[in-house]
């Protein structure tokens, strides 16, 4: 596991957001004042890795993780492992009771492509795929990186007071130690393992003899056989090169052969092509008729079109019909205006007469309605008195007269009044009729004379002119010159259609002959190589008939070649045919087995094909005698595992096989730490176990003197201590994962040491950061071993938090 972004924001003293960046450094140093904050960066990768801090001394707890006066806060890491990159990310938050959560904890694997300089949310928004969520991501990242919380506080993270623990530890502690770094269930499962090992190794030995009784022809006498065969085809081969190449020679002249012979094929196609249309001999007559039928049209056309001129003016020089129908319509109307005259005389005279009769009646009328009035006035009167007589009183004055009345009066019997009123009414309504029949008859007359007045002036003012019979006789024959006229516009047009007729029929004839020329160039053109005759271009069925007689002597020409080419082709074939029997015979002497008519490649690809066929059952033989000996040899290797994985079974049950495996680790760790220390001493120093398992070192300087390492000085213990510390985080990452070591993180007191040791752990150090594969990074407040460090990350701290700033030397 390699960093390369580490993002803190209000995570333990970082307040404010602040973000390192580890992409190009290799060495680094954490440099500040006590209590800046140095370690909260390496606590803060071991956060966002795995959810807890060593240095909180409880795994489950996250109070420390977030900054007292903070709500929320977050750390962010981007790591690569091999040629992967990650990026985990953990949020927290203080809920009302001051209680802090994981509000949000997720692993996403990420783009390698994106350059990790781009910057945090560029790398992280580049993500390939989410990973895992919530509590499964220290399981994934334990997955990922290869190790366990407790296997990365011990061999990336090692916190400061504890690097000579391990060192200085009695051989008691240290396997104790060692059974829980290596987590010795891990050997009941190695066990059972060895169990399951032991079955599959003895499946697969009875598997392999299984194969090696059932596997052909493995033996040496198959061997010989297959190099015998393989000889004599080989040599047969050879032999029948020469052949198959004559017959190669055979099949190539019988090509050209047959190539030349459809060469002469496709010369006679053309000439047997060539025929005469059936229009051709008919062309020219045709062309001829119609030529004539057009002169004939077009005079006739001719003719018809003068005899409707003169037609015209015929009708021209009869005058004007217009004129000479109007002068008929104006004698038609004065004779229609003579009668009406007449007849509106006699009307007015009528009318006169009846207008006197009707006012005598009138007059009638009027004398017997004034004697109706009269006598109904004095038959009133006669009423009017006799009702007053019958009124009047003997002494009283008359109203009449005034005078006293001496006697009544006496009346006669009276006519009814009502009838005098109906006699009245009677004559009233007969004088009325009288009235209105003379006023009807007046305006009758009135009308009747004014019309004969306006007859009369009319009739005076358009006298008659012309004679109706010879206006007659003009029009008539004006309506015979139109007729005439007719005849010849009708004929006339009737001519240009037919002349029009004939002249498009005329053009496609000329048409056809044109095309059928032009098809009589293009069949001499199929044949002119050949050797055609130029054509004769004043006669279509000459031209024709000339081409199809060279034809017919051509094309006997080119039959009589066709023919000899034929025979020729049929004595090459036969001696092809011959000589393709031979060979076939003696492929068959030889087992090679071909059917039908096979060309000389075909046989010789035969013949190579047995050739390799032999080869391929020779290496076949042999590869078959050298499986068997793979597979006896595999079987013993599976028996012999078999054996091996009991023994081990067996082993692992017996008590002292804790001992043995700490004491068989720690052998290993000391061997490998030993290397190292003698590395970075310069080959002053080695590491051994003594007689009881206690680590002693070996002092070449003292001529391989043996001695405590309690007998170090400061700055050699620390050689040793981290020599050992390297070697066990080197062994545990190898125990419990497939990652590589990529980063280590120093929090140690170097303040303790003296100038000199100092100067030793600084050596050590960078021949550590220069020589191996890994980034070194170490948590000091020393200037002195600071200054000596390319990459430093200044941590201060004031009241709004801690600060980071990157120098370079």
């Known amino acids: 596991m390699r960093p390369l972004l580490l993002h803190l924001d209000n995570f333990g003293s970082f307040r404010e957001p602040a ?34 801090v060593p240095r909180w001394n409880n795994e489950n707890s996250i109070a420390h ?22 990026a985990v990310v953990r949020a927290l938050r203080r809920d009302s009771r001051g209680r802090v959560h994981t509000r949000e904890a997720r692993i996403d694997e990420l783009d390698p492509r994106v350059p990790a300089t781009a ?82 190794a003895r499946q697969a030995a009875a598997l392999a003899r299984d194969q090696l009784a059932r596997l052909p022809d493995a033996d040496e006498a198959a061997e010989r056989a297959a190099a015998g065969r393989l000889s004599a085809l080989r040599g047969f081969a050879d032999g029948i090169r020469a052949e198959v190449e004559a017959l190669r020679g055979l099949d190539e002249a019988l090509r050209r052969a047959w190539e030349q012979r459809a060469e002469a094929a496709r010369r006679l196609a053309p000439l047997d092509a060539l025929a005469m249309p059936p229009e051709a001999p008919a062309l020219a007559a045709t062309l001829r008729e119609i030529g004539a039928e057009v002169e004939a049209r077009g005079a006739e056309l001719h003719r018809l079109e003068a005899e409707e001129q003169r037609a015209h003016e015929e009708l021209a020089g009869l005058g004007d019909k217009v004129a000479l129908t109007a002068e008929l319509k104006a004698l038609d109307e004065h004779e229609r205006l003579t009668a009406a005259h007449a007849r509106a005389a006699a009307d007015a005279e009528r009318a006169a007469g009846e207008l006197s009769r009707l006012e005598a009646e009138a007059g009638d009328a009027a004398t017997a309605l004034a004697a109706a009035e009269r006598d109904r006035d004095r038959l009133r009167d006669a009423h009017a008195a006799a009702g007053l007589a019958s009124r009047l009183t ?15 009066p006496h009346h006669p019997a009276r006519t009814d009044l009502g009838t005098a009123e109906r006699v009245l009414a009677a004559a009233r309504r007969a004088a009325e009729e ?11 007359a009135a009308v009747a004379a004014r019309g004969a007045e306006e007859l009369a002036g009319r009739l005076a003012g358009s006298p008659p002119q012309g004679d109706r019979e010879q206006i007659g006789t003009r029009l008539e024959a004006i309506k015979a010159a139109e007729s005439t006229a007719a005849r010849a516009r009708r004929a006339r047009s009737a001519a240009r259609s037919a ?102 490649g075909a046989i010789a690809e035969a013949v190579a094909t047995a050739v390799a066929r032999a080869e391929a059952r020779v290496e076949r033989i042999k590869e078959n005698r050298r499986h068997a000996r793979e597979l006896a040899e595999q079987a013993a290797a599976r028996e012999q595992e078999a054996r091996v994985a009991h023994e081990l079974a067996q082993m692992l049950r017996a ?89 280590i993180f120093l929090d140690e007191g170097f303040g303790t040491l003296d100038p000199a040791t100092l100067d030793i752990v600084a050596t050590t150090l960078e021949r550590l950061a220069t020589t191996g594969n890994r980034m070194v990074g170490l948590v000091t407040h020393v200037p002195a071993l600071a200054d000596r460090i390319p990459v430093r990350y200044e941590v201060t701290r004031d009241t709004k938090g801690s600060h980071l700033r990157r120098t370079t030397t």
């Open 19 to 52: 973000t390192v960046d580890f992409t190009d450094v290799d060495y680094f140093a954490l440099v500040g004042p006590t209590g800046a904050g140095k370690s909260t960066v390496i606590d803060a990768v071991c956060f966002a890795l795995y959810g807890t």
């Open 65 to 86: 993780a977030l900054a007292p006066s903070a709500i929320d806060g977050k750390v962010a890491l981007v790591f690569e492992t091999g040629n992967r990159r990650h």
């Open 119 to 200: 910057g945090l949310a560029e790398v992280t928004s580049a993500v390939l795929r989410p990973v895992a969520e919530g509590e499964a991501v220290a399981a994934e990242v334990q997955r990922v990186t290869g190790l366990a919380y407790k296997f990365f506080t011990q061999c990336v993270v090692l916190p400061q007071g504890r690097f000579a623990e391990f060192l200085h530890a009695q051989p008691r502690e240290r396997q104790d130690l060692l059974v829980q770094l290596l987590d010795a269930g891990v050997y009941d499962r190695v066990r059972e393992r060895a169990a399951r090992e032991e079955a599959v």
């Open 394 to 408: 003997v002494g009283e004055p008359c109203p009449t007269c005034l005078r006293t009345v001496t006697e009544l």
């Open 434 to 444: 009288a009235r209105t029949r003379h006023g009807q008859a007046v305006t009758r």
């Open 499 to 600: 002349h029009d007729d004939a002249r498009r029929r005329a053009d496609e004839a000329r048409g056809r002959s044109e095309r059928a020329w032009r098809h009589l160039d293009a069949a001499r053109d199929t044949v002119v190589t050949l050797g055609a005759p130029p054509l004769d271009r004043t006669d279509l069925r000459a031209a024709w008939a000339a081409l199809l007689t060279w034809r017919d002597r051509a094309a006997a020409e080119e039959r009589a070649a066709l023919a000899a080419q034929d025979a020729g082709l049929a004595r090459m074939r036969g001696d092809r045919d011959s000589a393709r029997v031979r060979l076939l015979k003696r492929l068959a002497e030889h087992d090679i087995a071909m059917s039908g008519e096979p060309a000389p």
């Open 655 to 743: 008590d002292a096989f804790e001992r043995w495996l700490c004491a068989e680790a720690l052998e290993l760790l000391v061997a490998a730490a030993s290397d190292t220390l003698r590395e970075l001493s310069d080959g002053q120093y080695e590491l051994a176990l003594g007689g009881r398992n206690e680590i002693e070192v070996i002092d070449h300087a003292e001529a391989g003197m043996r001695r405590n390492v309690r007998t170090l000085s400061g700055g050699e213990t620390f050689q040793a201590a981290l020599a050992l510390a390297l070697a066990l985080s080197e062994q545990v990452a190898g125990m419990g994962s497939t990652h590589g070591l990529e980063s």
